[in-house]
C-alpha cells in the first residue's frame, strides 16, 4: 500500500515532557511536511524537507524540532510540550514538482497536553 | 504574503442540492490554487487545482472550480451533493516554489438526508 502512515494516532502527555512523532511515505516522493492543525482546523505549515534538507522552516517554537533520516521519513520532536501544542500534527508529502505538486496527506497524530 | 479567505465556516445543505463554497485568495504573482477535503479523523485529500488555462477545472467526486483574477476567487461548487461530501473543504494557495502551502480556515459542509 503507497501512502503516508503516521504514528501514534493519539498521544496524551503532561506540561513538560518530550513527545515524537513519526511520519513515513511510501510514494517515492522527494518532499515532506508537517503542518499544525488547531482545535479550530486552522492548518499552518510548520516545516518542510526536500530529500532530508529543510527548505521551509516557519516561525515555531524552538523546542519543535524536524529529523530527517532518509526522504521517506520525517518525524517531529517537541522538547518540551506546552498547552498550547495541542493540536493535530498533519504530515504530508509531494513530488517536488514545484508549485503545482498535489501533497497527500497521512491521517495525523492528535496531541493533548495536560 | 499570500493568504486565503474562505467567509462561510459552516454550510448546510440538503442531499440532492447544489454546493458552492467561496475562496478568495491574495498573492503577488500567478497564484496555484488548490482545493482539498478533509473527512472525519482523516488526512487531507485534493479534490482539484489550478494554474493556467480554461478557468473552471473539473476534479473529482463530480467538484469543479471557477477561477478568476478580476475577482482573486477560486470557488467551489457541486451540482448534486451526497450525504458523503459532509466534510471540512479547504481552499489553498502556493508560492511558486511550491514549498509553502497557505490553507484558509476551512468550511464545515453538512449534508442532510
Known amino acids: 500500500e503507497t501512502a503516508v502512515f503516521q504514528t501514534p494516532n493519539y498521544h496524551v502527555t503532561q506540561v513538560g515532557n518530550e513527545v515524537s512523532f513519526n511520519c513515513k511515505q511510501t510514494l517515492g516522493h522527494d518532499t515532506m511536511y508537517w503542518y499544525k492543525q488547531d482545535s479550530k482546523k486552522l492548518l499552518k505549515i510548520m516545516f518542510s524537507y526536500n530529500n532530508k534538507q529543510l527548505i521551509v522552516n516557519e516561525t515555531v517554537p524552538r523546542r519543535f524540532s524536524p529529523q530527517s533520516s532518509d526522504k521517506a521519513h520525517l518525524n517531529l520532536r517537541i522538547k518540551s510540550v506546552e498547552p498550547e501544542d495541542s493540536a493535530v500534527y498533519l504530515c504530508a508529502s509531494s513530488d517536488w514538482g514545484g508549485a503545482y505538486a498535489e501533497q497527500f496527506f497521512g491521517p495525523g497524530t492528535r496531541l493533548t497536553v495536560l | 504574503a499570500q493568504s486565503v479567505t474562505q467567509p462561510d465556516a459552516r454550510v448546510t445543505v440538503s442531499e440532492g442540492a447544489s454546493l458552492q463554497l467561496r475562496c478568495k485568495y491574495s498573492y503577488s504573482a500567478t497564484p496555484y490554487l488548490f482545493w482539498y477535503v478533509q473527512y472525519p479523523r482523516q488526512g487531507l485529500q485534493m479534490l482539484l487545482k489550478?494554474?493556467?488555462?480554461?478557468?473552471v477545472v473539473q476534479g473529482v467526486n463530480g467538484f469543479e472550480a471557477e477561477f478568476s483574477k478580476s475577482d482573486s476567487s477560486f470557488h467551489l461548487r457541486k451540482a448534486s451533493v451526497h450525504w458523503s461530501d459532509s466534510a471540512v473543504y479547504f481552499c489553498a494557495v502556493t508560492n511558486s516554489a511550491g514549498n509553502k502551502l497557505t490553507f484558509g480556515i476551512g468550511t464545515r459542509v453538512l449534508v442532510r438526508p
Open positions: 489550478y494554474y493556467s488555462g480554461d478557468p
